[in-house]
């Protein structure tokens, strides 16, 4: 199928559609029959999703954008990592900028906060550095627009938010093995299990393995993931969760930056889709540990509180090698590639090593109460977090020929032999606070027409130096956030929201100062409708955001090498569209399309690597005459993307489309075989224009075996 096939295939099926939304999907075994008397076993059987709001409202009641990537989703289709998970959701952009960074955005702006389980973490730039696997997750779900109400501080992108899979109410596991491309081999297992007759305690634990080489040359990764929980019941009304994850992953031969593309005449260059800048002495390696603890006591049949304490801690160690065309304005020095002989990149190695550790406790209480004469709901909380990083680099031998001028790229990958390295000397302190307090509340002002309100005091600090720079800064904001909701008739519904932008900035001037916090306005309105028995759940959504002062790179670096940065006022608006559900008994769909225009300093050519047209595509089900084989296939098309390189000269991708697709087989009750087919048409692009980029994987394949007990 080409490009243009696939884009107007899901323009025309976008056109039958009223559109968007996402089924709630639902934790652990919702079939407890005989153990729902006990507390415990009703709250592991279902979860509502607290969506952008922290009330416990459905999916089509909140008057917000949000989309949902089931655990189910992500087996089909072979999504074991966060960045291929979030490839699956509507409206969200992953760029792979390079092979262990990447950055998420929706609506042409950067995701800057996550949650776990609803608990946000303190202020960040938003960057995931390696691949997260997804093995001990539930559902992500994806919260598009502002999310002031949710983390406190945010912009007009919207939050993700990992639910992590909990103990079910009944004995099970699986196991599961896996061979793919590039000699990629996986092992998982997951077993859960109640430890007392009456279910009142249960656990899980869940372990993946993956290692492999990959389509890039001398690029290899490895990855060991757990994650184990326990939950049950205390006294007659209280329920505890305790729960701890780790993961180490392990990448050799990486990139920091990626591909040149631009020859020095302004032709654009192509190369093989293995290339890569690396050299294989480099390396990233990291390792998270997670572990948190909730308590939830229900004070009567209406209200409850919940108490919850978040720890992480991250360690990075690095060897990396970085390989670009130098700005004139900076060496001195002539621009872009020689097309006759790909010389013209220069050489840049770099050691290091960071940790950062966080703390972060929250208390809520929400329930409902009635006034009007009808039922209404509210939530209060308060929250404290606690981070601190620190960073370390090791200098290498000026005289090694990994500095300077490069041999004609592409080059072998032990072209340049290793350097000499420094000791470690630290580089960089920060210390961030955050203090929150915020309530919601929905209220019913008819039987058809109910209002969300709510309200976010936020203060945030930070303290710390990073080389000759120190800082140490407090702000405070308070953020409103409100919607109506109106019912139409019993199956749809129309929205309209408006929440605050408020975000600090970890990003610096000319003059290596913080830049003052973004601000602005995110205004959205919507119909959600049900179809097919409440099997589908369609969404149509426009939105618009004024963010001001946003954080833009210049282009250009200060003494240290890093980007300068300077305040631009950004204007977002546009259209998203979804359909997630059942077609029939038989057939599961996902279809996304999100239109959208930015304008902003370089009017609407500002993030011109953000493209203005995405549409999304997931379509599952079983075959009738024979229910033992599944098939699936899924794809995501954009527009076109470009970006101006340090060589001054405008590298472009055109709008493409990846297509994949997956079949399977129960060849007994309780085993699966399944093939994936990634890429299946064999599309060659560059993954992103961000700050650098290179080419997407070629058509890969994967067989998988699963066995469930």
């Not at 997260?132 to 992500?140: A, I, L, N, R, S």
């Not at 480099?282 to 998270?288: E, G, K, L, P, R």
């Not at 072998?412 to 509340?441: C, F, I, V």
């Not at 308070?478 to 975000?503: A, R, W």
Request: glycine share 10%; with cysteine; aromatic share 12%.
């Amino acid at each position: 199928m080409t490009t243009g096939t696939l884009a107007l295939a899901i323009g025309i099926a976008l056109a039958g559609l009223p559109l968007l939304a996402a089924a709630d999907a639902v934790s652990g075994d919702a079939s407890a029959t005989d153990l729902d008397a006990v507390l415990v076993v009703a709250h592991r059987a279902e979860r509502v999703s607290s969506g952008a709001t922290n009330l416990d409202l459905a999916i089509k009641d909140t008057p917000q954008s949000i989309s949902v990537v089931s655990s189910e989703q992500m087996r089909q289709f072979g999504a074991d990592s966060v960045n291929e998970a979030l490839k699956l959701a509507t409206g969200i952009q992953v760029d792979e900028w390079e092979t262990n960074r990447t950055s998420y955005s929706a609506r042409g702006f950067d995701i800057l906060n996550t949650q776990i389980d609803g608990v946000g973490l303190p202020n960040g730039w938003g960057i995931a550095t390696g691949a997260t696997d997804t093995f001990g997750y539930e559902k992500v779900e994806v919260i598009r627009g502002a999310n002031g109400l949710l983390t406190g501080v945010g912009n007009a992108a919207g939050t993700i938010n990992y639910v992590r899979k909990r103990p079910t109410n009944e004995r099970q596991g699986s196991l599961g093995v896996s061979y793919g491309s590039w000699g990629t081999t996986r092992a998982e297992v997951d077993y859960s299990t109640p430890f007392t007759a009456d279910g009142s305690w249960a656990g899980r634990v869940v372990a993946a393995h993956e290692d492999g080489d990959s389509w890039l040359r001398a690029n290899e990764n490895t990855r060991n993931h757990f994650y184990g929980v326990v939950d049950g019941q205390i006294g007659e009304n209280g329920t505890l969760t305790l729960g701890y994850s780790y993961q180490r992953a392990k990448s050799d031969g990486i990139m920091w930056g990626a591909l040149a593309f631009m020859n020095s005449d302004g032709t654009q260059r192509e190369w093989p889709t293995s290339a890569s800048t690396t050299q294989d002495w480099t390396y990233w390696n990291t390792t998270t540990h997670n572990a948190f603890a909730e308590y939830t006591h229900r004070l009567g049949a209406d209200w409850q509180l919940k108490a919850s304490y978040n720890y992480r801690r991250a360690t990075g160690d690095e060897k990396m090698f970085y390989a670009y065309l130098p700005d004139p304005d900076f060496d001195g020095i002539s621009i872009g590639l020689d097309p006759a002989t790909g010389l013209g990149l220069v050489g840049y190695p770099w050691g290091g090593s960071d940790k950062a550790t966080t703390h972060l406790g929250a208390v809520t209480l929400n329930g409902h109460f009635q006034l009007f004469g009808r039922d209404q709901e509210a939530m209060l909380g308060v929250s404290l977090a606690r981070s601190e990083s620190n960073s370390w680099e090791r200098s290498a031998d000026f005289s090694s020929p990994a500095w300077g001028a490069l041999p004609a790229f592409p080059y072998a990958p032990d072209a340049l032999p290793e350097p000499d390295w420094s000791d470690s000397a630290q580089y960089s302190m920060l210390n961030q606070h955050l203090k929150r307090a915020y309530g919601a509340t929905r209220i019913a002002l008819s039987d058809r027409l109910k209002a969300v309100v709510g309200a976010n005091y936020a203060q945030y600090r930070r303290d710390g130096w990073s080389y000759d720079l120190t800082f140490d800064q407090t702000t405070s904001h308070t953020s409103p956030y409100g919607g109506l909701t109106f019912d139409f008739n019993e199956h749809v519904l129309g929205y309209v929201s408006y929440s605050d932008i408020y975000q600090p900035q970890d990003q610096v001037d000319a003059n290596d100062r913080y830049l003052d916090a973004s601000k602005g306005v995110n205004y959205e309105a919507g119909i959600k409708a049900d179809w097919l028995d409440q099997r589908l759940l369609t969404t149509l959504a426009v939105f618009k955001a004024d963010q001001d002062g946003l954080a833009t790179p210049t282009g250009q670096y200060n003494q240290y090498g890093q980007s300068i940065y300077a305040p631009v006022d950004v204007r977002s608006k546009g259209v998203e569209l979804e359909a997630v559900g059942k077609l029939g008994d038989n057939l599961d769909l996902v279809l996304g399309y999100t239109a959208l225009k930015l304008d902003g300093l370089n009017g609407s050519d500002t993030y011109s690597w953000v493209p203005r047209r995405t549409a999304n595509l997931l379509l599952s089900g079983r075959l009738p005459a024979c229910e033992a084989l599944s098939l699936g296939v899924g794809g995501r098309w954009q527009s076109v993307i470009s970006n101006v390189e340090s060589s001054g000269y405008r590298v472009r991708q055109d709008s493409y489309a990846v297509l994949n697709a997956f079949a399977a087989w129960d060849f007994l009750p309780n085993a699966t075989l399944q093939l994936n087919a990634n890429n299946i048409t064999g599309e060659k692009y560059i993954n992103t224009l961000r700050y650098s980029g290179y080419y997407g994987a070629p058509r890969n394949y994967t067989l998988s075996l699963n066995w469930r007990f």
